[in-house]
């Protein structure tokens, strides 16, 4: 063996050793079978079996099947039970889920398996219903908590926080004027937010990533009458909003349109500070000229 070693030139300890000791995958399913342990794996694939749709996922070698009515956690209009396989509109609209749900990673609780067939089979409504219990004991002792987001627009962004839809809305992702959440953050990313409000009875969470933010207007350092680079964050029908710098960070103000130009979103421009307002945390500015950034 010392001589096979010698003749196979980048020969490399560590990988021949994981090449003979290969990974039997079969141990960690028997084991979060056996423990109920919540795994997560990318959804890879949706298949049809028995005429169900499933979502395909695996662990190592070993693939997973989630039938649809196992995936979804009690929503409306979408297949949760057997009997909702026979309605054609639920049928349709969980299986456009599933198919957004595509190449994210997805919790799910291993129900049985098959050596034989090198498969098992698995519920993502169970793990999400055991995540959302835990999490909603948690929430009564905690303020702030890890967030995935999962859809986002322009105005807000849907997050899990453990089993739990947040809504992170786009004045609640950083301080002054957000024109699109987009612009910041897109599915799968992660952030630390602040839980703001519970209503377990229509059952909403709200988070704020401001709240666990410095904020600027603390110490400011900008100065009425003075002339400011800035950066043009929005544009409404009423005006512009422009974003400066500052020691602590950016803050947000406000200017009627120029007369003669045009602005757009992500324009560089020189403003004049005309007021600042400390107690409101406003800024009005006037338009001077545009500016050219190499």
């Known amino acids: 063996m010392d001589l096979l070693k010698r003749m196979i030139e980048g020969y490399d300890q560590q ?10 995958y079969w141990q960690d399913v028997i084991r979060a079978t056996q423990n109920q342990l919540i795994m997560q794996e990318d959804l890879s694939g949706i298949e049809v ?13 070993i693939k997973g099947l989630i039938p649809v009515h196992e995936f979804i956690a009690n929503q409306k209009n979408h297949v949760n039970t057997l009997e909702d396989l026979k309605d054609e509109k639920k049928m349709n609209k969980s299986y456009q889920f599933l198919r957004s749900m595509m190449g994210q990673k997805i919790a799910f609780l291993i129900k049985g398996y098959d050596r034989k067939e090198n ?26 908590t890890m967030a995935v987001v999962r859809n986002v627009n322009p105005y807000r962004a849907i997050v899990d926080i453990g089993g739990v839809s947040a809504t992170l809305s786009a004045v609640e992702y950083q301080h002054g004027w957000t024109d699109d959440i987009t612009d910041h953050l897109q599915v799968g990313d992660h952030l630390v937010v602040k839980i703001i409000n519970i209503d377990k009875e229509k059952g909403r969470v709200e988070v704020s990533r401001k ?11 900008l100065r009425d009458k003075c002339e400011y680079s800035c950066e043009i964050t929005g544009v409404r029908e009423r005006g512009c909003y422009f974003r400066l710098k500052t020691q602590n960070g950016y803050v947000d103000g406000f200017m009627r349109h120029p007369r003669h130009e045009v602005l757009n979103r992500g324009d560089k421009a020189l403003v004049k500070i005309l007021n600042i307002d400390k107690e409101k945390q406003r800024i009005f500015g006037l338009y001077v000229r545009p500016l050219k950034v190499s």
């Open 119 to 144: 498969l098992f089979t698995a519920s993502r409504k169970e793990a999400l219903v055991a995540m959302q219990k835990l999490t909603e004991e948690e929430l009564a002792h905690k303020e702030k």
């Open 211 to 221: 709240a666990l933010i410095p904020n600027p207007w603390e110490k400011i350092d």
């Open 49 to 61: 079996h028995a005429d169900i749709p499933c979502a395909v996922v695996y662990i190592g070698t």
């Open 15 to 24: 990988k021949a050793m994981d090449a003979i000791n290969e990974k039997d």
